[in-house]
């Protein structure tokens, strides 16, 4: 195990993500954690290299939705798979001082006991987070996440959610840190001469019944139809086939081809980076979207819809007391909701100007831990002893034991090179296709005979 990496040689951060918006989360959040943001970087004391690697999955991204994610700092080229346990053993190998675990929170929770359990002389620093807007298993996913170092909060409001829970269980509440959405940013809104651009910010799994999103596409369609010299869009986050952080078994490019009387010419389905499309919306609607998070920012115009309920289950219930609750039947009269101050400051929007702030308590926390002479053993809430019913079944997933230790005939390091690694990498690819076609295309069709 090489030691922990001096003040002359490079800081080296892995990031570790599961599907493509937790790795843009997590690269950007390493980025702003130890260069500052792309606008105002922070004075390096030496030079960083961020490693990315992708937790083998049914959500890990394929190229073309890595490529869409925009610039994160990383080369995608240079971007790997692996299984947790590989994971393990590059971290044990390669030395880095700083890791970001861009994770569901059950695989995070795998993680941090598969760290504890290599016991190496100098550990690296563990951050961990949200990719947006927490709605929904706020304990669950937060005791999850418990045992990092840092445990970022993208708000003040989520900061105060997040030690609430903590300190409720008698859990240690001192990795909560607030910060913001790292992918904030882009200029701000100005409307342009001749152009009118409303985009529709679609999720993969909210809602989720066919009767539901066929009924908020025809509507958006009608939006378009009733507004001729109108640009609608409806932004799509993946291609039928394609998973990200959660699974869309009804996508809306198969419901538009059903649509009766198809699709007028000033409506279009786009795909690509989120932040070029802002760079033309005038209009921004969506049920929960964290684009909503990513357009205020902008100060774009921004309506929640609430025509099917304002509920949890959606997670439209988030922006209760924004402001920015709204139907159709309003927008297609030409209304536009307007944003509550205090609401928009306790988000982490950072509409006022404090983005480039935001991240100074998170870096100094980070800086800190790596200046400690040695970091404590990592303390989960979750043990054996206290969670034996739930751990073991979180961490057999990853094929790990009780102990955090690889199960017996777990993957081990990959072979490089040679015939016996162009076979074995043969094989693992065939494999990995084969899942993800039964996950993605055949699981799904199952599940919805079995409603029939």
Known sequence: MPPRTSKTTALRVAVLADSDTRWKWGALTARRLTTGSPDA???????????????RGRATPTARQLAEVGDVGVDTGRVREVTAVEFLHTVRDEGYDVVVLALVGGAVQAMLHGLAALRLPARPVVVTGYVGVVYEKLADGLLLRHGADVVLANSRHDAER??????????????????ALPFLGGA???????????????????????????????????????????????????????????????????LAEKLPGGLPPNFR????????????TDLLVTVSSTAALESLHRRIPT???????????????HFIGSGLLTSWDRLDGGSHPEPDE??????????????????????????????????????????????????????????????GHPLPGAAAPRETGGVRGAVRDAVRGAAR????????RVAPVIRRMGEL
């Open 41 to 55: 970087p922070r004075a390096a004391e030496r030079p960083v290299e961020i490693s990315g690697l992708l937790l």
């Open 162 to 179: 997040f030690r609430a829970v903590y300190e409720g269980v008698g859990a240690d509440a001192s990795a909560v840190t607030e910060a």
């Open 188 to 254: 701000p809104h100005r409307p342009q001469e001749g152009r009118d651009t409303v985009v529709f910010a679609a999720q993969p799994s909210v809602p989720a019944s066919r009767a539901d999103r066929t009924y908020l596409l025809r509507r958006l369609v009608e939006h378009a139809r009733l507004h001729p010299n109108r640009e609608v869009l409806l932004k799509l986050r993946s291609k039928p086939g394609e998973h990200t952080t959660h699974i869309e078994e009804l996508p809306y490019q198969r």
């Open 269 to 280: 389905l786009v795909y690509g980076h989120m932040g070029e499309v802002l760079d033309r």
């Open 303 to 317: 309506a929640i819809l609430s025509d099917l309920g304002v509920r949890e289950a959606l997670g439209n219930h």
């Open 342 to 403: 205090t609401w928009l400051a306790g988000q982490g929007v950072a509409a006022d100007g404090t983005y480039d702030t935001a991240y100074e308590t998170a870096r100094a926390r980070v800086d800190a831990l790596l200046a400690a002479s040695r970091l404590p053993d990592l303390a989960p809430y979750y043990t054996p002893a206290t969670a034996s019913g739930y751990l073991p079944g979180i961490l057999a997933r990853h094929h790990l034991a009780p102990d």
């Open 433 to 440: 296709g084969a899942y993800r076609q039964g996950v993605q």
